[in-house]
């Protein structure tokens, strides 16, 4: 079945060190998102790519980073730069633009030792 | 902020009645959507209504569409304990799409 794929399910991390969340899906989409949830707050956008080897800012991307050298994986990396990291990060993607329905990943929920 | 705004925040019914939640937003906008989250789990999408469009069904779910207002209700008829979960409408503004902040839905056997 095609779908997204999100891992690893539950991230911890140390103060000072980068970690890197997976996102690949197999839907042939060129559009991919990374969102941000915090309690009450609804999703917020960190990145987003419209095609291969191109992204761009979303309205928090201080403190991440990402790359999409395959269409099919779209990895988000949370540096230490960004201060509060705790969070439940969200992965998505459709066929071209924001216009249409969004396919989502299952989530991976981030934590600070 | 150009995020959308939901009301209620937190919605408390029993099994078999209906259930309804608003979005509002302050941009135009091409299209609304609304996505059903389960605790825990991503978004799924529920149904998309075009700016064009005043209202739309989709099995239990009806979505209506004031542009003038700029506003969006969704409603859950004949709920069912598996509907519990959170209901989030979505826009494109500026394109990209935005979310609102999200109604709890949590339905009683």
């Known amino acids: 079945d095609g779908g997204i794929t999100q891992s690893p399910k539950y991230l911890f991390r140390k103060e000072g060190q980068n970690v890197t969340l997976s996102c690949e899906q197999n839907?042939?989409?060129?559009?991919m998102y990374w969102y941000r949830q915090d309690p009450g707050q609804g999703l917020r956008l960190i990145y987003y790519?419209?095609?291969?080897?191109?992204?761009q800012k979303g309205d928090i991307a201080e403190g991440y980073s990402v790359s999409r050298e395959k269409k099919e994986s779209f990895p988000l990396t949370v540096t230490s730069a960004q201060k509060n990291p705790t969070a439940f990060y969200l992965c998505?993607?459709?066929?071209?633009?924001?216009?249409?329905?969004?396919?989502f990943g299952d989530g991976t929920r981030l934590s600070i030792l | 902020s150009q995020q959308g705004e939901e009301d209620p925040q937190a919605l408390s019914i029993q099994e078999g009645e209906n259930a309804t939640m608003n979005c509002s937003y302050k941009?135009?906008?091409?299209?609304l959507q609304w996505y059903r989250q389960n605790s825990g789990r991503g978004l799924v999408h529920l149904i998309l209504?075009?700016?064009?469009?005043r209202e739309k069904h989709s099995g239990r779910l009806r979505v209506t569409l004031d542009t003038s207002k700029k506003s969006s209700s969704l409603l859950i008829t004949a709920s069912r304990a598996a509907d519990t979960a959170s209901y989030f409408c979505?826009?494109?503004?500026?394109?990209?799409?935005?979310f609102g902040t999200g109604t709890r839905l949590l339905v009683s056997p």
């Open positions: 998505a993607s459709n066929p071209t633009g924001p216009n249409q329905p969004q396919h």
């Open positions: 839907l042939n989409h060129d559009a």
């Open positions: 790519s419209q095609i291969v080897n191109d992204f």
């Open positions: 941009t135009s906008i091409n299209n």
């Open positions: 209504i075009r700016s064009n469009e």
């Open positions: 979505s826009f494109t503004g500026f394109q990209k799409l935005v």
